[in-house]
C-alpha cells in the first residue's frame, strides 16, 4: 500500500552550475540541482508537506548526487525511475540582479525518457493534488503523453490537479506551448500564470477577463503572477482579489515562481483558502528570492510561518 501524500510533482530533474560573474569569466561554478518542478515538490516538502517526485534519472556521475540531495530534503523518490542515458544540465550566471545568463543542455537526456510507464494509478492515488508543468511537456511527446495521463487519471480518482504553463521562449515557441495548455487544460483545477510570459498563450491581455474564461473552461482556482503590478490575481468561487508581494527587496528571482506554487499547494492540503494560500506563498517565494541561487535559497516551515502568523 502506497503512503500517503500530500502532493505528488511530475518533472524532469537537471544538475545546476552557476555562478555569480559572467560564464565567460568564471572559474568556478557551484553545483545544486534544479528544474521547475522539482523546485516546487522541495519547497512544498521544506513547509511540511509530503511530497512524491516522479521523474526519469541518468545512470551518470550525478545521479548519486541528486538521489542523496532529494533524500536529504524528504522527498518520496520511490517511483524516480532510471535509464542509460544523461542527465540534464543547466548553467546560470547572475554578475547583477538585472543581468542573468542561462544554458541548457536538455536534449538526448535521461528526463527526455518520461512515459506513461512511468505513472502508477495507484501512486497518484495515494496523493491530494497532482502537478506538474509545460516544461515537462517540453522534453518529448513520450513526457506529454505521462503528463496528459497523469492528469486524466487524477480527475477519474477526483484528485485536485495543479499545473503551470511556465513558458520560456528559450525552451518551446509560444505555439507549442499553447498546444501543451490545450492537452490539458480542460483536466485543470489549479491554474498558475505568469501575466508577461504565459498570458500570451491565451490571445486575452486583461487579467480579469483571462480568468473569467478559464473558469469557463473549468479551472476552479486561477493565479496569475503580474510583476507589472507587483503582485497576484487570484480568481476563485466567482471572485478575483489581489495580494501585493511579499517584498520588492529581492536579490535572485530564479525558480520564485516554482517556489510560489509549491507554497500555495502546501497550504492548499493544509487548510488554507485560495487567498490565504495566496498569502503564504507570497511570503515563500519572497523570502527565496532575497537569497542567491534557486532551490538553495527555499526557505523553511519557521521562517514562512514566522511572517505569515504575524501578518
Known amino acids: 500500500m502506497e503512503e500517503k501524500l500530500d502532493i505528488i510533482a511530475i518533472g524532469e530533474s537537471l544538475v545546476e552550475l552557476s555562478t555569480d560573474e559572467k560564464l565567460k569569466d568564471a572559474e568556478c561554478l557551484h553545483k545544486y540541482f534544479g528544474g521547475d518542478a522539482l523546485a516546487t515538490a522541495v519547497t512544498a516538502v521544506r513547509l511540511g508537506s509530503k511530497v512524491g517526485f516522479i521523474t526519469k534519472l ?52 535521461a528526463p527526455v525518457k518520461l512515459s ?41 480518482m477526483q484528485l485536485l490537479t495543479a499545473y503551470d504553463p511556465n513558458f520560456i521562449a528559450a525552451i518551446s ?33 486583461s487579467i480579469d ?21 507587483k503582485g497576484y490575481y487570484t480568481g476563485y468561487n466567482g471572485n478575483i482579489s489581489f495580494t501585493e508581494f511579499y517584498t520588492s527587496d529581492v536579490s535572485d528571482t530564479t525558480c520564485s515562481g516554482d517556489v510560489f506554487n509549491g507554497a500555495f499547494l502546501h497550504g ?10 495566496t498569502k503564504l506563498a507570497s511570503i515563500a517565494a519572497g523570502l527565496q528570492a532575497q537569497g542567491i541561487g534557486a532551490i ?14 504575524g501578518a
Open 268 to 277: 492548499i492540503t493544509h487548510g488554507c483558502s485560495a487567498i490565504e494560500a
Open 58 to 109: 541518468g545512470n551518470d556521475a550525478f545521479k548519486d548526487f541528486l538521489l542523496d540531495g532529494w533524500k536529504h530534503e524528504g522527498l518520496d523518490i520511490s517511483h524516480v525511475s532510471f535509464a542509460d542515458e544523461r542527465n540534464g544540465l543547466y548553467l546560470i550566471a547572475r554578475p547583477s540582479y538585472q543581468e542573468k545568463e542561462f544554458a541548457f543542455y536538455r536534449k538526448k537526456t
Open 173 to 205: 515557441s509560444i505555439d507549442e506551448a499553447r498546444e501543451y495548455f490545450d492537452e490539458v487544460i480542460s483536466s485543470v483545477d489549479i491554474l498558475f500564470m505568469s501575466a508577461k510570459h504565459d498570458m500570451p498563450i491565451l490571445g486575452i491581455e
Open 209 to 229: 477577463a483571462a480568468v473569467k474564461y478559464l473558469w469557463d473552461k473549468g479551472v476552479a482556482a486561477v493565479v496569475v503572477k503580474s510583476g507589472q503590478d
Open 116 to 156: 506513461v510507464d512511468d505513472i502508477s494509478e495507484n501512486y497518484l492515488g495515494s496523493a491530494k493534488i497532482i502537478y506538474s508543468t509545460g516544461i515537462t511537456q517540453s522534453l518529448s511527446i513520450s513526457a506529454r503523453d505521462a503528463v496528459k495521463r497523469s492528469f486524466a487519471l487524477a480527475k477519474e
Open 296 to 309: 538553495k535559497s527555499i526557505p523553511y516551515h519557521d521562517d514562512v510561518y514566522s511572517v505569515f502568523k
